[in-house]
Nanobody, 125 residues
Framework: QVQLVESGGGLVQAGDSLRLSCAVSGLTFSNYAMGWFRQAPGKEREFVAR???????YYADSVKGRFTISRDNAKNTVYLQMNSLKPEDTAVYYC???????????????????WGQGTQVTVSS
């Protein structure tokens, strides 16, 4: 079965950094786009960043220049390096996998097939 397991969340202060990891199993990792989404209390899940099987990246405007998504195909793991964190970054962060055969842009939840359980990121002011 497919499993996505996020880790690396925590409580940090504004201006600090965190690195999230998502370990993937049960699928051919190199055939999937990998995305990060986040959801704050009372808000809908929103796109953060994605990286295609080919390495192409795309970011939400709110995080561009601060966050970096990367993948290690040898480890079947995707990362989200978050720098200069702000209180408005506080949310549960979810990792998602979308088949290369299913879509193109991979910036919407509907474009992804499998999801992790989420990891909490809290940024204090």
């Amino acid at each position: 079965q497919v499993q996505l397991v996020e880790s690396g969340g925590g409580l940090v202060q504004a201006g600090d950094s965190l690195r999230l990891s998502c370990a993937v199993s049960g699928l051919t990792f190199s055939n999937y786009a990998m995305g990060w989404f986040r959801q704050a209390p009372g808000k809908e899940r929103e796109f953060v960043a994605r990286i295609r099987w080919s390495g192409g990246t795309y970011y939400a405007d709110s995080v561009k220049g601060r966050f970096t998504i990367s993948r290690d195909n040898a480890k079947n793991t995707v990362y989200l390096q978050m720098n200069s964190l702000k209180p408005e970054d506080t949310a549960v962060y979810y990792c998602a996998a979308g088949s290369k055969y299913s879509s193109n842009i991979y910036a919407s939840p509907s474009e992804y097939d499998d999801w992790g359980q989420g990891t909490q990121v809290t940024v204090s002011s």
